[in-house]
């Protein structure tokens, strides 16, 4: 290995006339000045959280079920099954931190995101009707993989991306866009970026809300974290992905009767106050019975 006096390190450290001399000295102590530099720059580096995906220098992999506890600056409390409280670093991917459940119609409102999967001819007619609706939210898309992007930008994506962006046979598209309304014989309307579609829904269709946010989300809530922590501290995660589900269906009606039964039982005390004082100047024919008993058969009526 022949080492001038023009090289770089070696002009910069013994100057012009030392490098030519040592020229072995210098070779043997770069690669030993390297090696260090490597050692000293790249662990810090690698032992970063952060990073989506990346497993750090000495990290392990976990895989766990749990239950929400909480949400504070930016960092999840959940609670693991053996009853540890766990702090879960939310992904850097967006796309992989979702919160799950199901939906009936009550629930879509004219102008909310919703996306499906289906069979199109050329006319651009569904071929079959649809099964499955997801509702979603907006989400930054920069950074993404266009897969990935494509679940997020309104339009008409082919799933064979070979395949034409108009259909000119049957093929199938994944469908991305604004709820404009359904009608009564099921057919719903979405604003598909510039193309407007009308699609019918299968009698039994599923909606699904995946929302990739905790706007719904509620303490109790199951969660399925993956990710990477730094042994033996297996309290302290950086998530790679979290999904939150839950069993509450919304839309149904029984989401509003906890509602409106807080207001009948504020509502009947004062007409109780009322019954009983008609009772007692009326007749004392039912003294036996309870005053409370009457208006609490009224509110049941």
């Known amino acids: ?27 043997v102590g770069f690669i030993l000045a390297f090696a260090l530099c490597v050692a000293l720059s790249v662990k810090p580096v690698m032992a970063q959280e952060g990073v989506a995906g990346v497993e750090a220098v000495g990290d392990s992999i976990i895989n766990f079920d749990a239950k929400l506890k909480g949400f504070q600056r930016g960092v999840l409390t959940v609670t693991r099954e053996d009853g540890v409280d766990v702090m879960v670093m939310p ?31 050329p006319t651009g007619a569904a071929i079959t009707p649809i099964d499955k609706v997801q509702v979603f939210q907006p989400v930054p898309v920069a950074g993404m993989a266009h897969h990935t992007k494509d679940l997020f930008t309104p339009g008409v994506h082919p799933v064979d991306r070979n395949a034409p962006k108009k259909p000119v046979a049957v093929a199938k598209y994944n469908i991305v866009g604004n709820l404009m309304g359904i009608n009564n014989a099921g057919v719903m309307m979405v604003q598909a970026g510039k193309t407007p579609l009308q699609v019918p829904l299968a009698q039994d269709v599923a909606f699904q809300i995946q929302f990739n946010n905790l706007n719904l989300a509620q303490e109790g809530d199951k969660v399925t974290v993956s990710g990477f922590y730094q042994p033996p501290d297996d309290t302290k995660v950086k998530a790679d ?12 009606p029984s989401d509003t009767k906890p509602v ?6 504020r509502e009947p005390a004062a007409d109780e106050k009322k019954e009983v004082a008609e009772a007692s100047e ?11 008993e009457e208006p609490a058969e009224k509110a049941a009526e």
């Open 1 to 27: 290995m022949n080492h001038s006096a023009e090289h770089p390190f070696a002009t910069c450290c013994f100057g012009r006339n030392h490098a030519t001399t040592l020229s072995g000295v210098v070779t």
């Open 241 to 252: 992905r979290v999904t939150i589900t839950t069993d509450r269906i919304y839309g149904e």
């Open 282 to 292: 009326k007749t004392n024919e039912k003294a036996g019975d309870t005053p409370a």
């Open 91 to 121: 992904p850097d991917d967006i796309s992989t931190f979702q919160f799950i459940a199901n939906a009936k119609m009550p629930f879509l409102q004219r102008g909310m995101m919703v996306r499906f999967s289906g069979s199109f001819g």
């Open 260 to 265: 409106s039964r807080r207001k009948s039982r």
